[in-house]
C-alpha cells in the first residue's frame, strides 16, 4: 500500500523567501503525484500534479515541484513566498489504476512580513 | 459551474441525535469520495464511489456512520448515533475518472 511523508509539520518563512515544503511517499507501482493547498475555513484545491513526462511541475500561484523517482519524493518550491500563500499544505499519492487518493499528514506554512 | 456543493456548512447537534450530511458532486462527475479531517488524525477516506456503487467503505469508522449515493447528482453521509468524537470537517469530493479531486468546502461538525 502507498504511503506519503510529510516530514515538516509547520514552516516559518518570511516575505519573499524561497521555500521548500517536502513529501516523500512509498509505493510497490508507478504513482501519481499531487500537491494541494487547503486556506482557512475552505476546502482542499489543487496546485499541481505530476502524472508522467517532465519531473518539474509548474502550479498555480508560482508554486513548482519536482518528482524524483530515485528519492521518492516530490517536494514543493516557490521562489519568493506572500502573506497570502500562509495555508496547510498537503501531498498525495494515488496509485495509477486506482482512484484512492492518500494524503500526508500536511504542512503548515507561515509566512510573516 | 457551481464545483462539489455540500451542506450544510457548520452543524451543531447533541450527542444521540442523527446527523446527515449532504453533497452534490460537479455534474459529470461519476466518482466520489467522503473525507474526514481532525487535528489528530488529519484528512481520511472515509468511503468513496464509483458510478454510484460503494467501491470501498473500509475507512467508515464503524456502523454508526453509514453512506449512501441513490443517484448521480446526491450522496448522503449519516451518522447515528452522533457522538462527541465525531466532531470533525467532513469533506465531499468528486472526479470524472481523471486524475483530479475536486472538494467541496466542508461541512464543520460539532457533537455536543
Known amino acids: 500500500a502507498q504511503s506519503v511523508t510529510q516530514l515538516d509539520s509547520q514552516v516559518p518563512v518570511f516575505e519573499e523567501a524561497p521555500v521548500e515544503l517536502r513529501c516523500n511517499y512509498s509505493?510497490?507501482?508507478?504513482?501519481?503525484l499531487f500537491w494541494y493547498v487547503q486556506y482557512p475555513n475552505q476546502g482542499l484545491q489543487l496546485l499541481l500534479k505530476?502524472?508522467?513526462?517532465?519531473?518539474l511541475v509548474k502550479g498555480i500561484n508560482g508554486f513548482e515541484a519536482e518528482f524524483n523517482k530515485s528519492q521518492t519524493s516530490f517536494h514543493l518550491r516557490k521562489p519568493s513566498v506572500h502573506i497570502s500563500d500562509t495555508a496547510e499544505y498537503f501531498c498525495a499519492v494515488r496509485e495509477t489504476g486506482f482512484q484512492k487518493l492518500v494524503f500526508g499528514t500536511g504542512t503548515r506554512l507561515l509566512v510573516s512580513p | 459551474d457551481a464545483g462539489v456543493i455540500q451542506s450544510p456548512r457548520h452543524e451543531v447537534t447533541e450527542m444521540g441525535q442523527e446527523v446527515t450530511l449532504r453533497c452534490k458532486p460537479i455534474s459529470g462527475h461519476n466518482s466520489l469520495f467522503w473525507y474526514r479531517q481532525t487535528m489528530m488524525r488529519g484528512l481520511e477516506l472515509l468511503i468513496y464511489?464509483?458510478?454510484?456503487?460503494?467501491?470501498?467503505d473500509s475507512g467508515m469508522p464503524e456502523d454508526r456512520f453509514s453512506a449512501k449515493m441513490p443517484n448521480a447528482s446526491f450522496s448522503t453521509l449519516k451518522i447515528q448515533p452522533s457522538e462527541p468524537r465525531d466532531s470533525a470537517v467532513y469533506f465531499c469530493a468528486s472526479t470524472a475518472d481523471t486524475d483530479t479531486q475536486y472538494f467541496g468546502p466542508g461541512t464543520r461538525l460539532t457533537v455536543l
Open positions: 464511489f464509483n458510478n454510484n456503487v460503494p467501491i470501498d
Open positions: 505530476y502524472l508522467s513526462g517532465s519531473t
Open positions: 509505493s510497490s507501482v508507478s504513482v501519481y
